[in-house]
């Protein structure tokens, strides 16, 4: 249809619907549970305002007002229609009286913007400015006019707490299938990491387990201690196979009694290796029409696969072996596995939902893999490895933004961050050696920088750029609490779910890692040059921290954090570099009755390199002044750094931009 | 213009090297399904890839069925030397082409589609590409079910050259005998062969060995994801909202924008309802209605275009990862103002506006990548789809269920007040549109409404955005009649369960119509947003509770008002 009429580009029209009589009294919350508003100048305080009667004449100024700030330009754009004109308002918007002095106002934040020297920041609808306040304003006439009892949730102010969504239909019972020492529990701890990061309910039940914990409360009692030897595993013992078999159905009935009532995943951590004990648990979840069922099977044919994962289980102190000597608990430990073996039936029943996998990734079959979910859990399996490796994670040198205390923002390195990045190859190569080592960073020019000078292959990933702070990009966290009070407050009261307007909440980001999080899995020594909240969202996945602590978590600058997948979690090292930094970190303020001074009260091991710390660290005070704090600590100021950073850029010293690799 | 996750000093892409995925199966197993579908998704991830297809290509070199030798697909008794020669000379010539796309045109996966039932045949084909560096993977696609099988053949291997003039049962029993010829010298892929991916059933069930590396595990998910049942997928643009064209601001709809929001509904629902007459009128033997679940981005303007949707209780899920193009340090410029500020990155963003990033900015390329895992579950879901989102977000998911070119991605037109239908066919998709609305904010004069990254900046510039892009708004067949007709029909229901209710209410209550009165207004005029009646009575009670209780004059004015309007 070329032909089709050109539709008018009228100003926007008045709403058909003036008159507001909605009740006034309980403001009705939006039906979705996806969105609420958090903060008092959002939409509780626009429902709060009497909304009756709106005079025309002051809807007409709302509108020429809008028309104003959607015709906005800078005083040197030239007359070609902007895509604003020509998409909403007539051509004439922009000569509209009233429209030059919004423009030069516009034009002078935009001029008054710091001059710094790296891009600058994104002004236009900025915080910063009293733009988004004025946009706010004058929407609000509309917010109250033109929507029906029930509305949808508005917006204004610089962002609202987004909640989470609805996982309640997602129930799957995973149960696992192998013979002992094949890494079920291994892959079932993995599995509920990462099911958890992605903030599903997850929850391992453990059969073993419940049977220790059983043998334990037994021996209390005076009972005497149970026999869990491997005779009690051995399928001729008929009465053994009959407590075995009640302790799995009680594990089970225990795990769909969670599910139904808060779970999405429940794991089923047993050997469940005959087509009998499988078939009793299709049998059981028949019942249960909304839960699904897959299993897992963990098949390992690689003797040293398999001998790794025996010397585990023995050298654990498990209490099945308690006051036993190695060789024997060992020897008992393969008595079992072969009881198992012994009848032990692989997965063959057609039309079950599994995922079988062989020596841990090498081979996997996948049957009837139904829904998101579940294609998402096979896909996680498929990636996993277990050749042994360290993630190294690593924040860029400190950044010009800083150094002033901006968030957000492309900023180049300060000199101390350039000393960062010169001090980072020869620590990288102490700990790697010759091994293998890729380098990844974000398309921000702060991770580049500071991966600059590693002799190493180099990605760079748009998915690890920073959190995006919207319209707060630029701004300093004082100037955050001094124009919009109550959103500063609400985002330290929900700091994971806090969304900035036209930017990202935690959640997000945590959204937007997961491929990255599938493409280390599959990846052997990988280093991350990164920034605080992707580092955070990384760190929280591999040490499993829950979605409330992760935005707290402790990654301060110019400190390597290497991270070694171990079988059961990982293990942590610290390695600070002693260069001075401005502390990034901000705590979540106290309340009165808030127990905890720190909610990161995880242990590290901190191994300083370097015997001492030449100079102290600078602890920024967010809340306080910075030159005054700054000029205690440390002999460079922030115009003395941006200095020294000028003149070493002229002078050629440094290697500004990245893509050249200097070869030492 | 390759479209890696990441960039590599080394400019290599994905690490993969080359990459030949050599099909097996019997005939009319779906293995060209699988093949088109892998391409395409490759494609769109910008690694150079295209399928060979053996058949296609002994058919362009000797013509169809007919004027092949009788004993060209024989496998029980000898064939002829003469035809075993020509058949090893098609194969050679075949596979010379595959390596020419490796190394002179710079390919990197090659889907090598053809039967290769054989072992010994799998083994020369793994020794001929193996020894030269290249990545080889087999993959089976095998069928136990025989009404996949004839439906296959029915619908697909009928039109082909092959049968040309054949009538339909006897081709479908020719092509039978081939597939029974065939069974008896077919040998399945073992793992003793090397890599490979089993799909059974179409994706039923997926077996893999040994494989390893980026592409491969990729490739491996995305077949786990595809589905062949019948379902439609829907696109339409958010609704004008306040500040059109800032990422920050996130502004609300405007008025028009929420009217837009109403009449998409109806037009969706409206073009839902045709479509199943047609498919009645077609003969088709139709269950229950396929659910619809709509997408939207987490943006303000996109979930509130779902929001009378979300309203009349549709399943609505907001993917923050749905967000628009990231315009970086360009936000709130127009093209102009881009241009004098950023002259450089202007000029580099017209050279290549698929690749290109500006400061802090998105390329497509980029927002292809972040869309990655919402093609994957745009591939798994089974029920009906709308999304609702941005243009740049449409142009790609567009682009991938299409097949178009990287480059071509930003030239795709699609106008706000257009509804997309795309339905999956056998080897691509069936792509209309309609157009519902044409009031405020469907574009300029001349229709055009490209803001997003500035793409209108690039078109007219010749061979950089070339005028094949795909242009739904051109194509769009207007259905705005029957979308006001299906709202008109929707308003009237619902006023309808006002009035009852508020019958039930007058009866009940005394008979004092001055209390419900007050709330009338609201609810007849402010019906565009609201689908729900019961919500509204409940609305309704709090003002009798409230202060409206023994209402004054005015309101007794409002009544009158309102009550007409209800008597209509």
């Known amino acids: 249809m070329t032909g089709m009429p050109p539709p008018p580009a009228p100003m926007t029209s008045l709403p058909r619907s003036q008159s507001q009589s909605r009740g006034s009294k309980t403001p009705k919350t939006p039906r979705s549970p996806n969105l609420r508003p958090s903060s008092s100048n959002s939409l509780m305080s626009d429902l709060n305002v009497p909304p009756i009667p709106v005079e025309p004449q002051v809807l007409e100024n709302a509108i020429k007002n809008l028309d104003v700030l959607r015709s906005t330009k800078t005083p040197s754009s030239t007359t070609a229609p902007s895509p604003a004109a020509s998409g909403a308002s007539s051509p004439s918007g922009s000569h509209m009286p009233g429209a030059d002095k919004v423009a030069a106002a516009i034009g002078a934040a935009l001029s008054g913007e710091p001059k710094t020297i790296s891009a600058p920041g994104t002004p236009h609808f900025g915080a910063q400015s009293d733009l988004l306040k004025a946009l706010d304003d004058t929407t609000k006439v509309f917010r109250q006019t033109s929507m029906a009892p029930t509305r949808a949730p508005s917006v204004s102010g610089i962002g609202t707490v987004v909640e989470k969504p609805d996982y309640s239909e997602a129930k799957i019972v995973v149960a696992m ?150 060789e024997e608990a060992e020897r008992d430990f393969r008595k079992r596995i072969d009881a198992y073996e012994s009848v032990y039936q692989t997965i063959t029943e057609p039309g079950i939902s599994f995922c079988r996998i062989l020596n841990v990734g090498q081979q996997v079959t996948m049957n009837r893999i139904q829904g998101y979910l579940q294609s998402r859990v096979a896909f996680y399996l498929m990636n996993l490895h277990l050749k042994p490796r360290s993630i190294y994670l690593s924040r860029h040198g400190e950044s010009m933004y800083n150094v002033e205390g901006k968030i957000g923002g492309d900023s180049d390195l300060s000199p101390r961050g350039w000393e960062y990045a010169k001090a980072l190859p020869a620590l990288v190569k102490d700990n790697i050696g010759d091994g293998p080592l890729e380098v990844w960073t974000s398309t921000l020019q702060r991770t580049q920088q500071t991966g600059s000078l590693l002799p190493f292959e180099k990605k760079t990933w748009k998915s690890l750029d920073e959190l995006d702070a919207g319209v707060c990009d630029g701004m300093t966290y004082e100037e955050i609490e001094e124009k919009y009070p109550e959103d500063y407050e609400s985002r330290d009261e929900d700091k994971f779910n806090y969304r900035y307007r036209g930017g990202e909440s935690y959640r997000d980001v945590v959204v937007r890692l997961e491929p990255v999080i599938m493409e280390l899995e599959r990846q052997e020594n990988i280093l991350i040059i990164g920034h605080q909240a992707i580092l955070r969202c990384l760190y929280a996945y591999f040490l499993a921290l829950p979605q409330e602590e992760l935005p707290y978590i402790v990654i301060p600058l110019h400190t390597l954090i290497k991270i070694t997948p171990m079988a059961y979690g990982c293990h942590e090292e610290r390695y600070h570099l002693p260069i001075a930094a401005v502390d990034t970190h901000r705590p979540k303020p106290q309340k009165a009755g808030a127990g905890g001074s720190h909610p990161h009260s995880r242990k590290q091991s901190v191994i300083d390199v370097g015997e001492t710390v030449s100079r102290a660290p600078v602890s920024r005070d967010y809340f306080g002044d910075l030159s005054k704090v700054m000029g205690d600590a440390t002999s460079v100021g922030v115009e003395q750094a941006t200095e020294q950073l000028m003149r070493a850029k002229e002078s050629g010293e440094l290697t500004p931009k990245v893509g050249k690799r200097v070869v030492q | 213009m390759a479209a890696p996750l990441y960039v590599t000093q080394s400019g290599r892409l994905w690490h993969a090297g080359l990459i030949l995925i050599v099909t097996v199966g019997l005939p009319a197993r779906g293995k060209t399904h699988l093949s088109r579908a892998l391409e395409r998704y490759l494609r769109w991830l910008g690694v150079k890839t295209r399928v060979y297809s053996l058949g296609d290509y002994r058919r362009k070199v000797l013509g169809g069925a007919k004027s092949v030798p009788a004993d060209y697909f024989q496998t029980k008794s000898p064939r002829s030397e003469a035809t075993n020669a020509l058949r090893r000379k098609i194969k050679a010539e075949l596979e010379d082409q595959i390596w020419d796309f490796f190394t002179v045109q710079g390919g990197q996966v090659v889907i090598y589609d053809a039967n290769n039932g054989n072992v010994k045949a799998r083994r020369e084909c793994l020794d001929k590409f193996g020894s030269r560096g290249v990545h080889v993977i087999f993959l089976e696609s095998i069928c136990d079910k025989e009404d996949i099988i004839t439906a296959n053949i029915r619908s697909v291997k009928l039109s082909s050259p092959d049968y040309a003039g054949w009538s339909a049962d006897k081709a479908v029993a020719d092509y039978w005998s081939r597939i029974r010829d065939q069974e008896g010298v077919y040998d399945t892929v073992t793992a003793e062969e090397g890599p490979f991916i089993k799909v059974m059933n179409v994706g039923e069930r997926i077996e893999v060995n040994r494989i390893e590396g980026y592409l491969q595990s990729r490739c491996c998910f995305f077949l786990m994801n595809i589905h062949t049942k019948p379902r439609t997928i829907y696109f339409a643009r958010s609704g004008q909202s306040l500040i059109e064209h800032s990422y920050k601001a996130d502004s609300d709809l405007s008025p028009a924008g929420w009217e837009y929001a109403e009449r998409l509904k109806a037009a969706v629902i409206a073009r839902r309802k045709a479509l199943r007459e047609d498919r009645k009128a077609a003969g088709e033997q139709l269950g229950e209605e396929n659910p619809l679940l709509i997408w939207t981005s987490a943006r303000r303007r996109a979930y509130h275009t779902a929001w009378p949707f979300v309203h009349s209780g549709y399943k ?50 980029d927002l292809s990548v972040r869309l990655e895992p919402c093609i994957f579950e745009l591939e798994r879901v089974q029920q009906d789809l709308l999304i609702i989102g941005h243009a740049s977000v449409i142009r790609c998911l567009l682009a991938y269920l299409v097949g178009l070119p990287p480059n071509e991605v930003p030239a795709v037109e699609m106008a706000r007040g257009d509804l997309v239908e795309v339905t999956p066919a056998s080897y691509g998709v069936m792509t209309r549109a309609f157009h519902f609305w044409s009031g405020e904010g469907r574009g300029d004069a001349s229709g055009r409404n490209l803001y997003e990254n500035f793409a209108e900046g690039t078109t007219g510039k010749g061979t950089v955005l070339p005028d094949s892009g795909v242009n739904f708004t051109q194509d769009a067949q207007n259905m705005e009649a029957q979308a006001v007709e299906e709202e008109e029909k929707e308003k009237e229901i619902k006023a309808e369960i006002v009035k009852t209710a508020l019958q039930k209410r007058l009866s009940i209550g005394g008979g004092d119509g001055s209390r419900s009165a007050p709330t009338l207004p609201g609810v007849i005029e402010g019906d565009r947003e609201s689908d729900d009646g019961e919500e509204v009575i409940r609305e309704d009670e709090d003002d009798i509770e409230g202060e409206t209780i023994g209402g004054s004059t005015a309101e007794d004015s409002k009544r009158g008002r309102a009550m007409s309007i209800l008597e209509i």
Request: proline residues 4%; aromatic residues 8%; contains cysteine.
């Open chain 1, 177 to 326: 299938v192998g013979l002992p020492a094949r890494g079920k529990s291994y892959l079932s701890n993995k599995l509920m990491r990462y099911l958890r990061w992605l903030e599903y309910n997850v929850e391992v039940f453990n059969v073993g387990q419940l049977r220790r914990s059983k043998a334990r409360t037994q021996q209390q009692q005076g009972q005497g201690k149970a026999d869990h030897s491997a005779t009690w595993f051995s399928h001729s013992n008929a009465e053994a196979n009959l407590a075995r078999e009640k302790l799995a159905e009680e594990s089970l009935e225990s795990l769909i009694a969670w599910l139904k009532k808060e779970g999405n995943v429940g794991i089923m951590d047993a050997t469940n290796s005959t087509f009998d004990r499988r078939d009793k648990i299709r049998e059981r979840l028949s019942h249960e029409p909304n839960l699904q069922l897959l299993f897992i099977e963990s098949f390992c044919n690689d003797p040293a696969v398999i001998a790794a994962n025996i010397a585990l289980k023995v050298q654990s102190g498990d209490p099945d072996y308690a006051g036993m000597s190695r």
């Open chain 2, 316 to 365: 609505v899920e907001q993917k923050p990862i749905m967000s628009e193009i990231n315009p970086g340090v360009w936000d709130g410029l127009s093209s102009a103002e881009a241009m004098e500020r950023y002259p450089d990155e202007w000029e580099r963003f017209l050279a290549d506006p698929y690749a290109h990033r500006a400061p802090r900015a998105e390329s497509y390329h």
